[in-house]
């Protein structure tokens, strides 16, 4: 049977080390579409305008009607800030943005 979970991390200082066992399909949806909106240059995109670009991209049958897409690109931007997949730009609001290829 495969594993309908996927490990992730988080960047905050606060849980060092901590991971999270979450929803595989979801985190993956969500990664792929994350990933696929914000820019590989800083200053990025803010993260309501990350979500905004991304909700259409979300597949229907994992997220429908965009539900608790806000939770889960926050949990899934925490994840690739942890891997140094994504980074923050330093302004505020936070803005993120890609490293390389991902």
Request: charged share 30%.
């Amino acid at each position: 049977m495969p594993d309908h979970k996927i490990e992730i991390e988080n960047v905050n200082v606060n849980k060092p080390g901590k991971s999270e066992r979450v929803d595989r399909a979801k985190y993956l949806a969500m990664r792929k579409a994350l990933l696929s909106v914000l820019p590989d240059e800083a200053p990025g995109l803010t993260v309501p305008d990350a979500k905004e670009a991304l909700l259409p991209l979300l597949p229907d049958d994992v997220f429908p009607q965009g539900n608790t897409a806000g939770w889960w690109l926050k949990a899934v931007q925490l994840d690739l800030e942890a891997k140094g997949v994504i980074r923050r730009a330093p302004r505020k609001p936070v803005h993120l943005y890609r490293l390389g290829t991902a």
